[in-house]
């Protein structure tokens, strides 16, 4: 057995756990990497600042659902990684983070770009790695991927000082590993699955709370499936949001802050509520004491620390959502309908048809609803959506309806400002032939717009929706509510002009200032084989309702 370096062992793990792509930047700390990289099948993709890696390879992530590989140097390298891992930790969604480090003989010295990544990054990751010999790395490697990707998916990062990468040893790769005290819970007790049938069976107003558990265990059709064989509405979380098709009879779309009508209303008439890959954030349930205070709560989910931690269940199931899923349909296939809810369904079909009335758009005049629903209606069924955080991500939540489970990505947990742009890029890397949109403030854009460079360089074209308000569009919101209109920090005076912008990278910039100019700019944008930013401007004193106020619950949602 020939001896090879720590990173050629790296190199050749990741190929072994079928990375095909790693989104980076090369540094002092990192180079011996890059040497094997030199002449490796790896697509290595530039970045121009390591926290669009991380958000790239969230993207890619979300999309293939195998996890996504990102890459820096020691220092402020790894720190850079830190907010993309922090985004990627709260949404769980699996990464793999590689870093440099100074030569272990330098470790603790204060050594010219020496961090400790390992302090900085455990509370954000799944598990973090030093190897601090060669041998180890190929473990490594296998155990950060099976981590990463397994049970609840999450960031892993692996940390390699320089002498590590380059010192040479005879390496074995394992084929299998095991990890002492790590055996996620996959097979839900039957004995549970059953009581939470004979639940919804008997239940009068049973609804589904869907969460972004079941986008990450792909349980979209066997999601619909129950709800279509107990005929009960499907309501989500924000993560959740796009699990299940929006246009469905049976869709009432997110709850929360900035929830559906329909959805928060429903939500507290029901009796038995069915909540599947969901953890209660504060901003689904708004005043947790007040949330569905006299309903029978069934909680699903593949991590046992989410039950009973926000929100006491009635009947707690831990296990993989798809398999649940799949357990609960095959015993309600065994039976017969114990109950009919004919009531229910004429009261959520009329209640759908309130809110529906209650809420109008104008299309004839540009907004961001009727650039929204006009986005909807142009792109195809499959297309991959993206968000940045703010006004724009919730209007998004609200007015643009998810067709195809599974197409639609956001931010949720830590609310990351410019994730959308890169995450798109990352998105149209795993998936080059579906059209890629993002959907972003002109706030977000403006920290991430260095992927453009990246975007246009390597041949991933995506198209930007720039829903421009020339504001920190929800900071400004709630100046105007709470503050009396006390405008601090959060003007931007429409600088920079994101047309030129694109053009300075060589992207295809186009200011779209009425409906039919905004149509057109999509229809270009698709047919383009560079990245398109499209410049909307809107103004900046409209608001994102419904809101439900910090503080307070969903029965107390503003309407306007």
Request: hydrophobic share 45%.
């Amino acid at each position: 057995m020939s001896k090879i370096s720590g990173s050629k062992a790296l190199i050749e793990g990741l190929k072994d756990e079928g990375a095909t792509v790693l989104f980076g930047m090369p540094g002092g700390a990192n180079l011996p990497i890059y040497e094997e990289l030199y002449n490796s099948e790896i697509r290595h993709i530039l970045v121009r600042h390591e926290q669009l890696g991380a958000h790239m390879a969230d993207g890619f992530a979300r999309v293939s659902r195998r996890p996504g590989v990102c890459m820096g140097t020691s220092g402020p390298g790894a720190t850079n990684l830190v907010t993309g891992i922090a985004t990627a930790y709260m949404d769980s969604i699996p990464m793999v983070a590689i870093t440099g480090q100074v030569a272990t003989s330098s470790i603790g010295k204060d050594a010219f770009q020496e961090c400790d990544i390992m302090g900085v990054a455990t509370p954000v990751t799944k598990y973090a790695f030093q190897p601090l010999d060669p041998r180890e790395i190929p473990a490594t490697v296998k155990k950060a991927f099976y981590i990463a990707g397994s049970g609840r998916p999450g960031p892993v990062l692996i940390d390699i000082p320089k002498d590590i990468q380059t010192g040479e040893a005879e390496m074995e790769f394992p084929e299998a590993i095991r990890i002492r005290g790590y055996a996620p819970a996959m097979d839900p007790d039957i004995t549970m699955i059953e009581k939470a049938v004979e639940l919804m069976l008997t239940a009068e107003r049973p609804m589904i709370l869907a969460g972004g558990g079941v986008a990450i265990a792909g349980a979209f059709t066997e999601l619909q499936a129950l709800a279509e064989m107990l005929m009960c509405p499907v309501a989500t979380t924000f993560k959740g949001k796009g699990v299940f098709n929006e246009t469905h009879p049976l869709a009432l779309g997110p709850i929360g802050m900035h929830g559906h009508l329909e959805a928060n209303r429903l939500i507290l008439e029901a009796d038995v509520l069915l909540a599947v890959g969901t953890r209660f954030s504060d901003r689904s349930t708004g005043k947790v004491s007040d949330f569905v205070p006299k309903t029978t709560v069934i909680h699903i989910d593949i991590d046992p620390s989410e039950i009973d931690k926000n929100k006491k269940a009635d009947l707690g199931i831990v296990g993989d959502v798809k398999v649940s899923l799949r357990a609960i349909n095959a015993s309600l296939q065994k039976r017969a309908r114990q109950h009919k809810i004919e009531k229910w369904e004429k009261r959520f079909n009329e209640v759908k048809e309130n809110c529906k009335n209650e809420w109008k758009i104008d299309m004839t005049k540009i907004s961001a609803l009727s650039v929204l629903k006009t986005l909807r209606e142009i792109l195809p069924a499959n297309a991959l959506v993206t968000t940045e955080v703010g006004q724009c991500q919730m209007w998004t939540s609200l007015h643009f309806d998810v067709i195809e489970p599974g197409t639609f990505y956001s931010s949720t947990g830590l609310g990351t400002m410019g994730f959308g742009f890169p995450a798109a890029v990352g998105a149209k890397v795993a998936a080059p032939t579906r059209p890629v949109v993002d959907i972003a403030g002109d706030g977000s854009l403006n920290m991430t717009e260095a992927a453009l460079a990246t975007s246009v360089l390597d041949n991933i074209p995506v198209i930007v929706v720039v829903l421009n308000n020339t504001m920190l569009g929800m900071v400004a919101q709630w100046q105007r509510l709470f503050y009396q209109r006390h405008y601090m920090g959060v003007k931007l005076y429409g600088i920079p002009d994101f047309v030129k912008l694109a053009e300075a990278y060589r992207a295809q910039g186009l200011r779209a200032q009425s409906i039919d100019e905004f149509a057109k700019a999509v229809k270009l944008g698709l047919r383009s084989d560079v990245t398109t930013v499209i410049d909307v401007p809107i103004s900046p004193e409209e608001d994102v309702f419904p809101f439900v106020v910090p503080g307070t619950a969903l029965k107390d949602m503003v309407v306007a």
